[in-house]
């Protein structure tokens, strides 16, 4: 190795670990900026936001019909069994009001293949869009995922393994089950009783 070579490689390493430093000092600098960007985005700017934002459920109003008007998750439908056995007939009520199982391949939603909104039956809060559905072969409606924030889940032990219930948030409606043995991206595979939904099409499907 000739001097010139010797040289260039010290300097070369001096320079190495001044960047190395210059690179700490760097990430101390960005730890603040993000503590004050923290900050900021308390004060409201949704753009800003850094939980992941899912594609198939953050945007359900575009899979919605035109003028179509839908209750807010949390103006909760709350009635007797009496006025839910009028509201609601043979499997609907047995489905959503008694944790009933519809017959596997009887839905006529299977073969639901438009663009829109799946709703709940019990109370209309949209609960799936059609982007989120997929064909599990099992009979029943299912979906990847579910329109954030409609949803709530319990615990069941009806057949003795305990399984993961799910309901619409509005009305406490009965919808299916959901396991984890669904497709990518989420894995989830969110399985629905078809009488428990209502289908309407998006604008132009
Ligand atoms: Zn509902």
Known sequence: MNKLRRRLLQTSAGLGLLAGSGILLRAQDRGQ???????????GDP???????????????EFAPADAEFPAADDKLDLDDAQWRERLHGDAYRVLRKE????????????????GLFVCAGCDL?????????DSGTGWPSFTTTIAGHIDTKRDFKLFLPRTEYHCIRC?????????????????????NGVALKFLPAAGA
Do not use: I, Y
Request: charged residues 20%; proline residues 8%.
């Open 172 to 192: 406490g409606g009965h919808q299916g089950h959901v396991f984890d043995d669904g497709p990518p991206p989420t894995g989830q595979r969110w399985c629905n």
């Open 100 to 115: 009933g199982t519809e017959r596997a391949t009887t839905s006529p939603l299977l073969h639901e293949h438009r663009r």
């Open 47 to 61: 753009g800003m936001s850094q939980q992941p934002r899912s594609d198939q459920d953050s945007d359900w109003r």
């Open 33 to 43: 900026e993000n503590m004050s960007t923290e900050v900021n985005q308390h004060g």
């Open 126 to 134: 949209p609960l799936f869009t059609s982007a989120m559905k997929f």
